[in-house]
């Protein structure tokens, strides 16, 4: 997959020239599914949440509202009860995953749940855009600093598509925790390549090859 990791969607035009680089053709002739399931499982979010990230009004988060030619959700809680004869050819279609933020192991959970974990390797030209936790799961695991929602291993494994860990959204005033200095701790804890990343950041993946992507702040901090 090709990947672009935010902290806080499509926030300014160096992030937005990097999706449009990836998808190899414009917004407007590109086909999108949502997948808003993250953002059940956090403490601090509630079905409003939700509906603002399917409906294009989370202006904080650009994500949907940025003139896709169509646009789907993709519920992943629903999909093991249809079948997957049913909902991959929906994901084989699409150009572009567009995943919310929310707790990172309850995402991680319901893509194992459903298979769409097991579909990611074969899905080589897809997007995938993640939103805060949305970014988080593609990595090897989030740190205990981030676990709210319990996973049965107990553990904060996550996918391990990329090598390196994510601390999103630093010094966002609204998040007066996420300082550098808990980032610096986090990192410590992390033991592996780990960026923290403010929400004028990304991180873009293609071929092996990883690009920060800023017109804000983010440290990588190695072991």
């Not at 949502?34 to 509630?46: E, L, M």
């Not at 999909?79 to 933020?101: F, H, K």
């Not at 805060?132 to 291993?153: H, L, Y």
Request: aromatic share 8%.
């Amino acid at each position: 997959m090709k990947l672009l990791l935010t902290s806080a969607g499509i926030k300014n035009p160096s992030i937005h020239t990097a999706l449009v680089d990836l998808l190899g053709k414009p917004i407007s002739e590109t086909n999108a599914l949502c997948i808003p399931t993250a953002g059940y499982g956090h403490p601090q979010t509630n079905p409003s949440h939700a509906w603002r990230f399917i409906s294009g009004h989370e202006p904080r988060s650009p994500m949907t509202e940025l003139g896709w030619k169509s646009m789907g959700v993709l519920e992943l809680t629903a999909l093991p009860s249809m079948g997957r004869e049913r909902w991959v050819p929906w994901v084989q279609e699409t150009d572009v995953l567009l995943v919310n933020g929310g707790d990172a192991l309850y995402l991680y959970h319901w893509m194992q749940e459903s298979g769409l974990a097991d579909l990611l390797p074969s899905l080589r030209e897809t997007v995938w855009v993640g939103l805060s936790a949305g970014s988080m799961v593609m990595t090897p695991r989030i740190g205990e600093d981030f676990v709210n929602w319990k996973s049965p291993s107990g553990s904060d494994k996550t996918l391990g598509i990329v090598n390196f860990s994510i601390f999103p959204h630093l010094d966002n005033p609204d998040l007066p925790g996420n300082t550098m200095a808990a980032a610096e701790k986090w990192a410590a804890e992390i033991q592996g390549p780990a960026y923290a990343i403010d929400d004028q950041t990304a991180i873009k993946v293609q071929d092996e090859t990883v690009e920060v992507v800023s017109e804000g702040h983010w440290k990588l901090f190695t072991p």
